[in-house]
């Protein structure tokens, strides 16, 4: 018998794992608003040089709109250009005939003047992170992928040497700490720091949370849950685009979207552990009561007052016998089975990052509101992921996923033939694209958990996650080439999308209705029967063919 068997005795998918599930998925939904939260809070409104200290920036008045015409020239679509400005006033070119030819032009020496209409306060404006200094708006984001990467690392590791609540705790407090400092700084340095540490977090979250909701799930409902992860994350993309309309100010946004995640470490002490990790880690007495309390809040005390040490151990003797103590990195790579899922899911996370941070980072190059765009892009990924849930409940896992993927990239370089002023084409396409890259992602977490070996797979989870969290660091590079030739952007991210989605399909396995394998050897054992059966099935069906008097090759004929 599997430990899934005995879950199901003590109630199956109950009203433990149902709140449970809410607890740890809440969080993860709240998350999203600080994945994105920099399409606000650096956002680059318009802006022009400064040309007096003395001179009024309102530029309502007819004195001050002739002021700005003969002090800032003018850039290709008749706006005052952002970077430069005339050395002295051409009062000349209040003339209608007059022209700029010969005059002397110089960069903007007294700062800018920002447009606060729409947001009134950003981290590009209060440290001018424009011009020349624009690349330091994209390093700030760089850094928090940067965070990621490292979390994924190190959380990763430390959930199978320390278990999963533990990390998660801490990541909860790192999180609170730090985004609420983020409010307060007064240097850009600090902020990337701040942004950094809080980056470390989302890794930390979001790979206990759902190994906990894996580990604590029967069979059958691991696909609901682990698709719920993928729509959490899509409601906080929706939320932080409301909470951004009601709340302006950088330092106050960035507040509101930080001191929630206090609640989640005060109520994450209540969580129970891992009994699949305390059990494989010797820690049999503290399993047994943690099954004895879910077996009470799912309504069946007499099952969990009839469990004992011996009892759970009949359960996941079998499953547990070969299991090791002690890991490493090597694991990842050591035996046939779990090198082939190891180099196939890192193509998959990182081309799915890649593809998805390229397209949902720099919400304002599609020329319509930002909110709309915000609240657009999280909006169309719930039909994308209803999709993915059914078909991940009646087709498969892999089936999905590689759909998806190859979909996605489909369509990411399809809209590069849509042209630039289809501004609401654009953006519907982009949002249809993301949509098919969340599903893909959410699918791939779910996928990855349910193909490691539990004896491995928060070490599993974090070290593909690493490559991810390159592709997130790399999709703004791969932004800039944009400025080169503007179809590179598009066909990267969509040929390294539809290669991910070809893997899929070749190399790994389906995972739906299939129990969780608890160590490597077992999940070898698995393999090699899979191959040994399959070759069984063919040599007989030849064997009878030849029987009947007709070879496979007649029989084709």
Same mark, same amino acid.
């Given at each position: ?16 794992? &149902? $709140? ?13 608003? /600080?994945?994105?939260?920099?399409n ?6 318009? /802006? /022009? ?16 709109r ?16 952002s ?8 009062w ?20 800018w ?20 200094a ?58 990337? &720091?701040f ?100 077996? &009470? ?18 359960? $996941? ?47 304002q ?7 709309? &765009?915000?609240?657009?892009f ?21 089936a ?45 977490y ?27 660091l ?32 070749c ?33 007989s ?17």
């Amino acid at each position: 018998m599997a430990f899934t068997d005995l879950l199901d005795t003590l109630g199956g998918v109950g009203r433990f794992q &149902v $709140i449970y599930t809410a607890l740890l998925l809440t969080p993860c939904g709240l998350l999203a608003c /600080h994945t994105f939260l920099q399409n606000f809070t650096a956002a680059s409104p318009a /802006h /022009h040089c400064r040309h007096s200290a003395n001179h009024t920036e309102d530029t309502t008045s007819n004195y001050s709109r002739a002021w700005l015409r003969a002090t800032i020239p003018l850039d290709q679509h008749g706006l005052p250009e952002s970077c430069r400005r005339f050395m002295e006033p051409q009062w000349a070119l209040l003339s209608s005939n007059a022209s700029t030819y010969g005059a002397v032009m110089e960069g903007c020496k007294e700062g800018w003047v920002y447009d606060r209409s729409v947001f009134p306060s950003t981290i590009v404006m209060e440290w001018d992170l424009v011009c020349e200094a624009r690349a330091l708006n994209d390093l700030a984001q760089s850094l928090y992928m940067a965070g990621v990467l490292v979390g994924a690392a190190i959380f990763g590791s430390l959930a199978d040497r320390l278990g999963r609540k533990a990390p998660l705790i801490w990541s909860y407090l790192q999180l609170a700490v730090s985004g609420a400092a983020t409010a307060y700084v007064g240097s850009f340095s600090t902020y990337c &720091v701040f942004r950094f540490l809080m980056g470390m977090t989302f890794s930390g979250i979001i790979l206990n949370s759902l190994s906990l909701v894996v580990e604590w799930m029967p069979t059958r409902g691991r696909t609901v849950a682990g698709i719920l992860l993928g729509f959490s994350f899509t409601l906080g993309q929706i939320i932080l685009a409301g909470v951004a309309y009601l709340i302006r100010p950088w330092r106050w946004l960035q507040l509101a979207v930080s001191a929630p995640f206090l609640i989640f470490f005060l109520y994450s002490w209540w969580l129970p552990e891992s009994s699949r990790w305390l059990l494989l880690h010797g820690k049999s007495q503290q399993a047994v009561q943690n099954l004895q309390k879910v077996a &009470v809040i799912n309504g069946r005390r007499e099952e969990g007052e009839r469990l004992t040490m011996e009892v759970v151990s009949s359960y $996941i003797q079998s499953e547990f016998a070969s299991v090791r103590t002690s890991n490493s990195i090597l694991d990842l790579f050591r035996t046939p089975a779990i090198r082939k899922v190891t180099c196939c899911l890192m193509m998959v996370w990182f081309s799915n990052s890649m593809a998805y941070y390229g397209m949902a980072m720099d919400l304002q190059k599609f020329g319509l509101s930002i909110y709309l &765009v915000q609240a657009l892009f999280g909006i169309i990924d719930v039909p994308a992921m209803l999709v993915a849930t059914t078909t991940m409940i009646y087709v498969g896992r892999r089936a999905t996923v590689a759909s998806f993927l190859i979909l996605a990239g489909l369509m990411v370089i399809a809209n590069m033939f849509v042209p630039e002023d289809m501004q609401t084409l654009r953006t519907m396409q982009a949002a249809l694209g993301k949509g098919c890259l969340a599903s893909s992602f959410i699918c791939i977490y779910l996928f990855t958990g349910e193909l490691y070996p539990t004896e491995i797979r928060q070490m599993g989870m974090g070290f593909t996650s690493v490559n991810a969290r390159f592709g997130g660091l790399v999709a703004p590079l791969v932004t800039t080439l944009g400025e080169i030739s503007s179809i590179l952007p598009p066909v990267a991210f969509g040929a390294t999308s539809i290669l991910a989605g070809l893997a899929v399909t070749c190399f790994l396995t389906e995972t739906r209705n299939v129990p969780l394998v608890e160590t490597i050897a077992a999940m070898e054992k698995r393999v090699k029967e899979g191959f040994s059966k399959k070759d069984a099935e063919e040599k007989s069906e030849e064997i009878s063919l030849q029987q009947l008097g007709a070879s496979p090759l007649k029989e084709t004929i």
